[in-house]
DNA sequence: GCCGCCTATG
């Protein structure tokens, strides 16, 4: 084949997108004899790699008389491109074992393995030949080493690497910042972004930008997030997907929902995930109808839902009450949408059942789920909670066993349970199971919680007043509370939720004629067992105690009302809010 | 010449 028809036949293999086409490549190939060319055959693999047909792109690759460093690295990143990184570190080790000696692209990609895998030790073991062959202070080497610690959890580990190396550029930037976030050192992302911007060698891109809102949606950390907002619109990166759904969580996690809305609204052609999110922030605000109008609406828009589209869907349900709809729905996930309904389906539907008293139900359904020990917790502790609520000490004590037997949540289901029975006057087991957790070394982190009122963070812990303004927060709360209770509001009985409520500034004068910010500070206080404390949860759920308090609110006065959820690190540390590492 | 790093919805 002359050198022109050759170069021509690649550029057609970079650009073939049909499965037919790659084939008949292969045919021509084979029968011009070009098998032989490591260069075009790669193109090949290439191919068959980006149709992701990983399957055909191995056979070829072992028919390969001589793979080069390039065939290595590209059928590795074909694995991890279809889901199966543990092949791509079987590979790395049989070309270990071969002649070929890996480049930047290869330990990149192998990085990119132990990353997905969290496999800290294979990882530090390719750190470590990284050194070796003289890439410790390449850039993309190391940003995808950065990456990988911090997936391992080792945070000191990516800032080892992150601090030795030579130049950096907004991809390492951005995968530090990352690290941070993702072990849910918050403050420190910030930090790392602040540092950024003050050398500012070049701008921030999308990625740093929707890791930066998602901090601020962590933290509660509502300017910064409007400042990175502001930032998002100056790049000129207000159409990206990924960013604009960003903002609509962060703002609704920052108690803006009115904001959330109107991110939203400004989205051209919102995709499954912003749809998501703004499900999921409106079943956060009590309003289920407007979750299940928008579901509605993506489904007409032929936007497929996926599985976490239904967590919010039956969220929406079960905090507005609407328990049939929220069946109707667990139904439809099979067999309208072919999504199998899995544990955190069925932790939402416990959660609905046993909130509107139907624990039977819950119970029942509960018992037929059958998943895996550590995936079923938290529906269990969804059923324990309601059996705490509607006094059923038979249910919450088969939750607690099972509970305890998943070795997941263990110190919540023992505070729970033993509410239970305090609750049902049980007191020589209230004893008895304290007693039981002191013995197992189980220990529950006390909560701790925080509202962001203009540009100051307050903090408070449960039974712990001694925050700034603390008395005036508490006879503030004293004289809420008296309010709520002269319009008959009967709660009060421990709820398991904390209701979070923003005002408007003008409005908040006009209902009960307080200053904005003590009526921000008391309404972030709103759950209130036996008098006056400050009760702390992981992760906003609305309880039904809660539930009314903000029905009634609502009624006080026409102003819009929005519930704040500040707290989502409940997934690190064995299921532990590390949220004391941010002061 | 062919291959690589960072972002999102519970």
């Not at 509502?222 to 930032?231: E, Q």
């Not at 819950?362 to 037929?368: E, F, G, N, R």
């Not at 509970?403 to 729970?416: F, H, K, M, R």
């Amino acid at each position: 084949m002359a050198l022109y028809t050759m170069a021509h036949f690649i550029y057609k293999l970079q650009n073939l997108s049909l499965f037919t086409s790659a084939t008949s490549a292969h045919a021509h190939l084979f029968k011009s004899g070009l098998l032989a060319s490591t260069l075009t055959v790669n193109h090949l693999n290439n191919c068959y790699v980006r149709l992701r047909r990983i399957d055909y792109a191995r056979q070829l690759f072992e028919e390969m008389a001589e793979p080069n460093v390039v065939s290595w690295s590209s059928l590795m990143a074909g694995y991890i491109d279809t889901g199966s990184p543990e092949f791509a570190l079987w590979l790395y080790a049989r070309m270990r074992e071969s002649s070929v000696m890996p480049n930047e692209f290869t330990l990149a990609t192998v990085s990119n393995a132990c990353s997905l895998l969290a496999e800290l030790k294979t990882g530090k073991k390719l750190h470590a030949q990284v050194a070796i062959l003289g890439f410790q202070r390449n850039l993309v080497v190391c940003s995808s080493l950065v990456d990988m610690y911090g997936k391992c959890n080792d945070v000191d580990g990516a800032r080892r690497v992150f601090d030795l190396m030579g130049h950096r550029n907004v991809v390492t930037w951005t995968s530090m910042i990352a690290v941070y976030a993702q072990n849910a050192r918050g403050h420190e992302a910030l930090q790392v972004f602040r540092e950024f911007n003050r050398l500012m060698m070049e701008p921030p891109n999308s990625f740093t930008l929707a890791c930066v809102i998602n901090v601020c949606a962590s933290l509660g950390r509502l300017v910064p997030g409007k400042v990175t907002h502001a930032v998002v619109i100056r790049i000129g990166c207000e159409s990206n997907g990924v960013v604009s759904s960003a903002l609509v969580d962060m703002y609704s996690k920052c108690g803006c929902f009115s904001y959330s809305d109107k991110v939203f609204r400004r989205i051209h052609d919102p995709s499954v995930i912003p749809y998501t999110s703004m499900i999921v922030s409106a079943a956060k605000y009590g309003l289920g109808e407007l979750s299940l109008k928008l579901f509605e609406q993506m489904i007409r828009r032929a936007i497929k839902p996926n599985d976490i589209t239904f967590v919010g869907v039956l969220h929406a349900c079960s905090h507005s009450g609407l328990v049939d709809e929220g069946l109707k729905y667990l139904n439809s996930m099979q067999t309208k949408h072919g999504i199998t309904p899995s544990a955190k389906h069925y932790t939402c539907v416990v959660d609905m059942l046993g909130r509107t008293g139907r624990l039977n139900e819950a119970y029942q359904l509960a018992k037929s789920v059958k998943v895996d020990g550590s995936e079923v917790a938290p529906m269990w502790a969804a059923l324990l909670s309601a059996s705490r609520l509607q006094g059923r000490v038979d249910i919450a004590i088969e939750s607690g066993n099972r509970i305890i037997d998943s070795n997941e949540q263990v110190a919540c289901a023992y505070v729970t349970l033993s509410n239970t029975f305090a609750l049902a006057g049980e007191w020589n087991n209230v004893h008895g199971l304290r007693a039981k957790m002191k013995n197992a070394g189980v220990y529950k982190d006390p909560g701790c919680s925080w509202i962001e009122v203009k540009d100051s963070i307050y903090q408070f812990r449960a039974g712990d007043l001694s925050c700034e303004r603390g008395t005036e927060i508490l006879s503030f709360l004293q004289e809420l509370q008296r309010k709520m209770r002269e319009r008959g509001y009967v709660g009060g009985g421990g709820g398991t939720g904390l209701v979070f409520v923003e005002v408007e500034e003008e409005s908040v004068e006009q209902i009960v004629g307080l200053h904005s910010e003590k009526l921000a500070l008391a309404f972030g206080l709103i759950s209130i067992p036996k008098g006056i404390t400050i009760r702390i949860m992981k992760n906003l759920r609305m309880c039904s105690d809660c539930h009314e308090a903000f029905k009634l609110i609502s009624q006080i006065e026409d102003a819009e009302f929005l519930v704040r959820d500040i707290n989502r690190f409940h997934h690190f540390k064995n299921g532990y809010c590390t949220c004391r590492d941010f002061w």
